[in-house]
């Protein structure tokens, strides 16, 4: 069993610990906690909990609960470690896994902070014994996962993509925007070279705009192919790979309200919607242009590679076991919808 550190229980790092629990090669051996608040309670009935630093231990203390020790301690007795915390504290606490532990960070990192980037369709071999990985953020996640198939099964000359971000997640009331839009001013946006660090020859220029929703982010694809193709071809190639989902409007789907709906009625673990979705009433093909617009649920897309990443950074599993382990064990292979 490979024992599994999750430090920060936040949106990510909550969802990971969860799945790693589904594992049949996994378990958590405990959850790093900085506040005792709602979530530590709850997190306390499955997981054992240690705290950052001193001062969060005492804070757990006056709060009456239970903690197991400090962040060095569950080092210690755990195979890996997949840092969830915010953005920026990953590289951070690099300093305290090099050496001692394998590492799996997030994409609100710098590609920098670890030895390679993950998706697993596209890099699950070059991320393969490293030991440091980073599962990139859920816009390129989402990227890679609708654009891999069609550059492996076709192939893509240049792409050119508009990202429409959520503000932010449900459970935040702190950040905006609440009444504007906002977008990104630099050209490309960040998103554009983060999945080249995942599908390395691809061409591709992106543009993000913040809106003032929390459901998911929408994007609008534009792509030039290799060669003329049909829509056929297109949707052939996606149709291989399990995490990408066709949806359409024709069923009432003609939002993110409506899509995030259905998945509430799927009974996975908090309504997630692992598999980035596609609407196929839009996808065009004409000779070699292809557009077509998708939907990722940001809190949840990463989570299946956050599991596969850590067995392609342990190099426990070929890529193909493992993403047939993780699918299994999160209902990805199963129509859980209709
Ligand atoms: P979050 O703010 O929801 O969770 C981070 C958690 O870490 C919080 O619970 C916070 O209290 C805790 N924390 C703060 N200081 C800590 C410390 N010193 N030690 C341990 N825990 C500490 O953030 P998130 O949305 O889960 O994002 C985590 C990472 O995942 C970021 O790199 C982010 O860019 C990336 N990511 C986020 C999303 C998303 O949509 N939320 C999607 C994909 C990737």
Not at 114 to 141: I, M
Not at 154 to 160: C, D, L, M, N, T
Not at 240 to 259: E, M, N, P, W, Y
Not at 307 to 336: F, K, M, N, P
Request: some cysteine; overall charge neutral; hydrophobic content about 35%.
């Amino acid at each position: 069993m490979i024992n599994v550190a999750v430090n920060g229980y936040g949106t990510i790092g909550r969802r990971v610990a969860h799945a790693v629990l589904k594992q049949p090669d996994m378990k958590v051996s405990g959850i790093v906690k900085a506040t005792p608040d709602y979530v530590a309670r709850m997190a306390a009935k499955t997981f054992r909990i240690y705290v950052p630093d001193e001062i969060s231990a005492r804070k757990f203390k006056e709060a009456g609960i239970d903690t197991a020790g400090l962040l060095p301690d569950l080092l210690s007795t755990s195979d890996i470690v997949v840092d969830a915390t915010p953005e920026g504290m990953g590289e951070k606490n690099r300093t305290m896994y090099t050496g001692k532990i394998n590492a799996i960070f997030q994409g609100g990192e710098d590609s920098s902070v670890a030895d390679a980037s993950f998706n697993a369709y596209s890099s699950y071999g070059e991320c393969y014994g490293k030991k440091s990985v980073r599962v990139v953020s859920c816009n390129t996640t989402g990227l890679a996962r609708s654009l891999f198939p069609v550059h492996s099964e076709i192939g893509i000359q240049h792409v050119s993509a508009t990202l429409i971000r959520r503000a932010t997640d449900p459970n935040d009331s702190k950040k905006g925007p609440i009444n504007a839009i906002e977008p990104s001013l630099k050209f490309p946006s960040h998103h554009a070279p983060d999945v080249k660090t995942v599908i390395r020859d691809i061409d591709i220029d992106t543009v993000a705009v913040k809106v003032p929703t929390t459901l998911m982010h929408v994007h609008v694809v534009d792509a030039r192919l290799r060669k003329n193709a049909t829509r056929e071809e297109v949707i052939g190639a996606w149709s291989k790979f399990r995490r990408v989902r066709l949806i359409s409007g024709k069923d009432g789907l003609a939002s993110t309200a409506q899509i995030m709906d259905m998945s509430r009625e799927g009974n996975r673990d908090r309504s997630d919607l692992y598999e980035i979705v596609i609407w196929q009433d839009s996808v065009s093909v004409k000779g070699d242009r292809l557009n077509y617009i998708q939907a990722v649920h940001q809190e949840s897309i990463v989570v299946p590679e956050n599991v596969d990443a850590i067995r392609s950074s342990l190099g426990s599993a070929g890529q193909y076991e493992s993403i047939d382990l993780t699918d299994r064990s999160l209902s990805i292979d199963r129509e859980v919808f209709y």
